[in-house]
């Protein structure tokens, strides 16, 4: 029966689009899927149990088709289950089973009951033993016992059960299940749009999968006439069966796996040629994503590469249906999945979500919504660090999900990779793309007067103090300072004394703080300072007082001496909430209340 890429659909139908609104949910599944799945499974126990009770064989009297027992049909339709093979062909997978030609067999012989009750109990048992999801189960049991009645019902119609070999029998046989397997096709596709509610679903599956369906279903009905003939003619020769049945599905699993090889290394052969002719880190990462895309049946893969010293940005390139997002985009490592950088650094991983494994690359891979993903380490040579790891998600929803060959091909892959980024033209590249990003960096987030930090990087340094502090107990000291008389140096001196003058200022205060206090230019002449695990107020007060006394010393500027004061504004965590801004806010009106009080002094927020 179920011979299209639906046999794989609980799956396959985890895997939702990137852009589609989440679904409401239950076990995992959208609770519109459950109520289909339910109203198959209700249906089919209804029909079975009610419509087909007592209903006879459709030949049983008038031929001499054998009876089979109900545990006869059970271990036929069991070998015909663990015997199918999956036909990779075009973006599909597709199922060759022999399930068909068992329920032609069986439903002429024995009761449509019996018939129904045994296959249905075989594909739900393996089904469960291969642990497939409990969907999954659910739906192809009741699938199962809604296709017998449609069989039966088709059979009577157009077998003649006094002739089962006459033309129009034989024809009965080939438009049954051709006409039922693409129905069962439609019914798989349903339950997938039902799952993601996307109807491409419909529409790519279809179109993909119809036509080897029917393929399918019309050598499952010669297999069956032909099986009938030899049950009639000579039942002895049934033993035969088995025989050129295995070599055939050997010979298909054979032929499967050396395609599947050559594939492989003719993809790794486009690699390395996309690597070695790349001229620029660019356009090769570009590309090798691109070709990892269509390899493995992705719409998104991602590379991130990890900087080479420490305090420039990682660089992050990721494509989506083969269009180029970002590219080589520079990214603080503070914003990397947490924990994700240490562990790249001891372990080469190798993981998908439905291995469950638990790290920090696996739950990046699983988050954002992402049912199928594989992500693996860029290795180092001799036992360095990882250069950064690579990320492949939301696979075709008609291919199914990524295999242990597929994870092992990607390794492979990300060592190519890793050889290509440490020798030759990418590797001069990329050292050199990293220099100029920590120079745009730099940019970005410093003062270009001062070097000190500005107001961005500012804030998320308050940020990321307020997180620890949260975690230790401790509390955040902040100092908020404004230069007095400054604009006088302007309008007597010229801003180009000005801008010295900030300079030197800008020197004072490193002066006057540890070195792992920030330090941060805001604006025109004001300042601002973060102190983190200051020991208390008092000490606090005291950094402030040798502030303001040491931006009142005399500045030497190259048109004269200048000389200015500086009004300072504290304050702390705990008096006025956990929120930077606030903080920020706080201490600029201790400032201001410091520089009404007469300029040259400090002030605590209260």
Same mark, same amino acid.
């Given at each position: &029966?179920?011979? *299209?890429? $639906?046999?794989?659909? +609980? #799956? !396959?139908?985890? @895997?939702a ?10 076990l995992?599944?959208p ?15 209804a029909?079975?149990?009610g ?30 289950e663990?015997?199918?093979v999956e ?7 597709v199922v ?21 009750v045994? &296959?249905a109990? *075989?594909l $739900?048992?393996?089904? +469960? #033993? !291969?642990?497939r @999801? ?10 199962q016992?809604?296709a017998?009645?449609?069989y ?24 049954t299940?051709?006409l ?23 529409t790519?599956?279809?179109?993909s ?6 393929v399918?279903?019309l050598g ?14 000579a039942?002895v ?6 025989i ?6 050997? @010979?298909?699993?054979a032929?499967?796996?050396?395609r ?6 003719e ?7 996309i ?6 880190v660019?356009?090769?990462a570009?590309?090798?994503l691109?070709?990892?895309a269509k390899?493995?049946?992705?719409t998104?893969v991602?590379?991130?590469?990890l ?13 989506v ?6 590219v080589?985009?520079a ?6 999945p ?16 439905s291995l ?12 954002d ?11 180092a ?6 250069l950064g790891?690579l ?15 597929d ?9 190519q ?5 440490q020798?030759g ?29 500005n107001?961005?990087l ?21 100092l908020?300072?404004d ?10 001196f010229?801003?180009?004394?000005g ?5 030197q ?18 604006g ?39 000389e200015?004061?500086?009004s ?7 008096a006025?909430?956990?929120?930077p ?18 300029k040259?002094?400090?002030?605590v927020?209260?």
């Amino acid at each position: &029966m179920l011979v *299209s890429q $639906g046999r794989d659909m +609980a #799956a !396959q139908s985890d @895997a939702a689009a990137p852009l589609t609104p989440p679904l409401r949910r239950a076990l995992g599944q959208p609770v519109r899927l459950w109520l289909y799945v339910a109203l198959v499974f209700a249906g089919g126990l209804a029909v079975v149990f009610g419509l087909l009770r007592h209903a006879p064989a459709i030949a049983a009297s008038t031929s001499n088709v054998p009876a089979i027992p109900w545990w006869g049909i059970f271990l036929l339709a069991t070998a015909a289950e663990l015997a199918s093979v999956e036909l990779p062909i075009r973006r599909t997978n597709v199922v060759l089973t022999l399930n068909d030609a068992v329920l032609i067999v069986a439903l002429l012989g024995t009761s449509p009951f019996v018939t129904a009750v045994a &296959m249905a109990c *075989s594909l $739900g048992i393996v089904q +469960a #033993a !291969q642990k497939r @999801a409990p969907v999954q189960v659910i739906f192809n049991f009741g699938a199962q016992l809604l296709a017998t009645p449609l069989y039966y019902a088709l059979l009577r119609f157009m077998v003649q059960p006094s002739a089962i070999f006459s033309s129009r029998s034989v024809i009965g046989y080939l438009v049954t299940v051709a006409l039922l397997s693409e129905l069962s096709n439609i019914e798989i596709s349903a339950a997938m749009y039902l799952s993601e509610a996307d109807f491409t679903i419909v529409t790519e599956g279809l179109t993909s999968t119809a036509p080897m369906v029917a393929v399918i279903a019309l050598g499952n009905g010669v297999i069956a006439t032909i099986v009938l003939v030899m049950t009639v003619a000579a039942p002895v020769l049934l033993l035969t069966i088995p025989i050129p049945v295995l070599l055939s599905i050997a @010979a298909y699993r054979a032929q499967i796996t050396r395609r599947r090889q050559l594939s492989d290394i003719e993809n790794l052969f486009a690699a390395t040629r996309i690597l070695s002719h790349s001229k620029s880190v660019h356009t090769g990462a570009v590309d090798f994503l691109s070709h990892i895309a269509k390899m493995f049946h992705a719409t998104l893969v991602e590379l991130t590469l990890l900087p080479l010293a420490q305090g420039n940005p990682a660089l992050v390139t990721r494509t989506v249906n083969g269009v180029a997002g970002e590219v080589m985009e520079a990214t603080p490592v503070g914003s990397l999945p947490p924990g994700l950088a240490d562990t790249l650094a001891t372990d080469n991983i190798l993981v998908t979500k439905s291995l469950g494994v638990d790290t920090p690359l696996a739950r990046y891979i699983a988050g954002d919504d992402r049912p199928t993903g594989m992500g693996v380490a860029v290795p180092a040579a001799d036992n360095a660090p990882s250069l950064g790891y690579l990320v492949v998600a939301h696979r075709n929803k008609f291919v199914g999900d990524f295999r242990q060959t597929d994870l092992q091909l990607l390794g492979t892959l990300a060592k190519q990779l890793a050889f290509a980024l440490q020798n030759g033209r990418l590797h001069e590249d990329l050292a050199m793309l990293e220099g100029v990003q920590d120079e745009l960096v730099r940019k970005a987030f410093h003062d270009p007067l001062t070097g000190l930090a500005n107001r961005a990087l500012f804030v998320d340094h308050i940020d990321g103090a307020f997180h620890r502090a949260a975690r230790a107990g401790n509390l955040v000291f902040l100092l908020y300072i404004d230069l007095d008389e400054f604009k006088k140096i302007n309008d007597t001196f010229g801003h180009g004394a000005g801008d010295e003058l900030l300079v030197q200022a800008a020197g004072r205060l490193n002066n006057c703080v540890r070195a792992t206090d920030t330090i941060a230019r805001l604006g025109g002449d004001e300042f601002a300072i973060l102190l983190e695990q200051a020991a208390s107020l008092d000490v606090v007060e005291i950094i402030a007082q040798r502030i303001v006394d040491s931006l009142a010393e005399p500045f030497p500027l190259a048109t004269g001496v200048a000389e200015i004061g500086a009004s300072v504004g504290i304050a702390f965590t705990d008096a006025f909430g956990q929120s930077p801004v606030q903080l920020m806010k706080s201490a600029d009106a201790a400032m201001y209340t410091a520089k009404k009080s007469g300029k040259g002094r400090h002030c605590v927020a209260v």
